[in-house]
T-cell receptor
């Protein structure tokens, strides 16, 4: 059982390029999340999806978009990358959204550098 | 605004006990989580508190006081493998997690 996988593991990207970070889970979780983690800051929510077919904006959504065509996949797209999007990106999932106590399971992360 | 505060870094000795504090101010409260994150890895779940009091799980315990907006994570019989960052997160009224910046715990032999 893989849990959550993310691809790529790391990427160096030129500013202005488009990039999609992939996330797949095999736990049949309803809710999925994208976070970025920057040194000295807590994890910040970019976008989330409570169930397949729905998405919502988190704390820092600008410059990012997501889709949730099915239960398993939740890709994150940077339409035109900028250096401030250099970060480590974590995808996470939980059994339900709004389920108090539902722990979130995290993927291994994607380290993205935008030059 | 919403705010989670925890110390940036702590140092402790192998075999000892350490307490990592977390204070929070959030819009609503639906529980507090502690996660462990080793360098270069993903966060992993440690504990969840929604009622006041102490929850014990092996060498790790977590305490919550909702009236004080305060929690702590207690690690006993420290081992070298406990060297990691410990993240405090509060689930707000929208059932979103608000994360602290994490406490880096350094264990010395």
């Amino acid at each position: 059982i893989a849990g959550i996988t993310q691809a790529p593991t790391s990427q160096i990207l030129a500013a202005g390029r488009r990039m999609t970070l992939r996330c797949t889970q095999d736990m049949r979780h309803n809710a999925m999340y994208w976070y970025r983690q920057d040194l000295g800051l807590g994890l910040r929510l970019i976008h989330y999806s409570n169930t397949a077919g729905t998405t919502g904006k988190g704390e820092v959504p600008d410059g990012y978009s997501v889709s949730r065509a099915n239960t398993d996949d939740f890709p994150l797209t940077l339409a035109s990358a900028v250096p401030s999007q250099t970060s480590v990106y974590f995808c996470a999932s939980s059994d339900s959204a709004g389920g108090a106590g539902d722990e979130q399971f995290f993927g291994p992360g994607t380290r993205l550098t935008v030059l | 605004g919403q705010n989670i505060d925890q110390p940036t870094e702590m140092t402790a000795t192998e075999g000892a006990i350490v307490q990592i504090n977390c204070t929070y101010q959030t819009s609503g409260f639906n529980g507090l989580f502690w996660y462990q994150q080793h360098a270069g890895e993903a966060p992993t779940f440690l504990s969840y508190n929604v009622l006041d009091g102490l929850e014990e799980k092996g060498r790790f315990s977590s305490f919550l006081s909702r009236s004080k907006g305060y929690s702590y994570l207690l690690l006993k019989e420290l081992q070298m493998k406990d060297s990691a960052s410990y993240l405090c997160a509060v689930m707000d009224s929208n059932y979103q997690l608000i994360w602290g910046a994490g406490t880096k715990l350094i264990i010395k032999p």
